[in-house]
């Protein structure tokens, strides 16, 4: 891979760990803000859906943080845009779509035909 492409993808990443981190420093000081006391417990249990989803949320985004900072792991170590399982170049277009990939379109359709095959 070209030095400007991986430069590229280097500053995405970064550009999108920032803003999860920060989405996340968010989360966390709204949710240590004092709660309400609602006498309704309709609207109590409205809010507690709400925390439950931001909740899920962030946990789905704590994962992609981890998937990121692995991606500039890989970057940095010469292995980024190579297919884990083997060993070829993954497509550009790909890695536009999906930074963190670690397989090209064709293991990763194996995979998961796989996986659906298994019932997994």
């Given at each position: 891979m070209k030095k400007k492409d991986l430069?590229?993808?280097e500053k995405l990443l970064r550009s999108q760990l920032e803003e999860l981190l920060m989405q996340a420093d968010d989360t966390v000081s709204d949710m240590t803000?004092?709660?309400e006391n609602f006498p309704d417990p309709t609207?109590?249990?409205s809010l507690e859906a709400d925390r439950?989803?931001?909740l899920r949320i962030r946990d789905r985004e704590?994962?992609?943080i981890k998937k990121i900072r692995k991606a500039l792991d890989r970057i940095e170590n010469g292995t980024f845009g190579i297919c884990e399982t083997c060993g070829e170049?993954?497509?550009?277009k790909r890695l536009k779509a999906r930074p963190v990939t670690t397989q090209c379109i064709d293991c990763k359709t194996r995979e998961e035909a796989l996986e659906k095959a298994l019932g997994l």
């Open positions: 430069e590229y993808f803000e004092p709660n609207d109590r249990a439950n989803f931001m704590s994962k992609l170049a993954i497509s550009m």
